[in-house]
């Protein structure tokens, strides 16, 4: 049901000096309460560029530009809207606001256009939250992604899913109320088939939630190690550039530092840490706790070795660290030789050459294959955790009932109940029916003016 809500407004670009600076305006009746303020030819022509004066408080004109009005439902929110071009001035802009505010419209929350939007059925959840990551996405694939699911390619894979899940429930309602009747419904065989393919569906989505959630918000990669190994040697090599300072003095890193990586569009955030040792220094001892944090806060640890030299107890306390976490080993300065005792101790580790820059594609490819990413270009859209939580609660439902259907005899009432509990989840997803806390977790993401 298309909707007319009360007028909101937004400064809808960044606030900083540019060429042009745009107000957003959305609402029952939006143009009339501010068309007071304008110098303008005629109209106003929906969707037409119309050149306009703003006047200020004082009678004065605060600027010039462009305005376009669109007339509901013909608009991004389905409501009547206004979109005001002015100069990307912040004082202008600020002004602008002060004064559309002053005629009684409101600040706009976080998303809030895009919400009036979903609730005016002009795109579902899926592709409102697309909107969100397609904006804040960091890297192309992350982008492109976002971008198929405002095209709503995740939606008719998920409105597919519930149209055989309807028509199941038509079988097993069919069979509840005509039971008497002589008519074709499913038998339990056809019926744990259907099931069983729905299930595998909903297992092919949730193998995509991992890299969903990297792409959206990046990989945190920690480099650790005692001193001295070339962790600031490696950390410059993945990045391409020499950003951390390196001696040959063991304890040289201080603190950590972090910068973006893009490994074949997968967004990283890159970590080099103080080298871990026992220390008095009261500075080192900071870098070193702050090291220990980082470890443990990372999605993947690279633990980097000197191979140059033999082992010490110092790496082989801190192999103990990362072994329970997500790591790979990393034998550094190869171009020196690599010792038998390091050799033999860590048989799978990645040996590379910081310095010569040797080894480093290859481990960027083995990182990207242990993160479990799937790059297939076939299954490029995401899903959020939001999804995942829903998709599981479906497929639990789903399981149980397919390990009952095995073993005992089930009332097509109760079928049809648990069936209906697993199509809620899936309507959930995209929408269909949707709580205001549900939706006001996912708007509050957005940026203002969105
Ligand atoms: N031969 C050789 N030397 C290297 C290699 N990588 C690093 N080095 C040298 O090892 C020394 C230490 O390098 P760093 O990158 O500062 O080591 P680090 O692990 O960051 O050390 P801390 O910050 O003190 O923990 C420097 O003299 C580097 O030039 C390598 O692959 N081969
Ligand atoms: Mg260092």
Known sequence: MLKQREPIVAIATPLGESAIGVLRLSGLGVWEKIRELFLIRGGPRPRYAHFVKLKDQEGGILDEGIMVYYRS????????????????????????LELFLSRGIRLAEPGEFTKRAFLNGKMDLLQAEAVADLIGARSERALKSAQRRLQGELSSLINTMRDRLLEILAHVEADIEFSEEDIPTLDRGQLVNLLQNLDKDIEKLLSTVRTGEFLARGINLALVGKPNVGKSSLFNALLGKERAIVTHLPGTTRDFLQENLNIEGVPINLIDTAGIRHTEDPVEKIGVERSLQKLNTSDMVLLVLDGSKDLEDEDLSIHERVRELEHLVVINKADLGVRESVAKSFPQAIRVSALKGEGIEELKRILLERLGIHLSDSLQVYLSVRHEALLKKSQKVLKSLLNRLETEEIFPEILMLDLREVLIYLEEIIGVVSTEDILGSIFSKFCIGK
């Open 73 to 96: 439902p013909r608009s991004y929110t389905g409501e009547d809207m206004v979109e005001l071009f002015l100069h990307g001035n912040p004082i202008i802009l600020k002004k602008a």
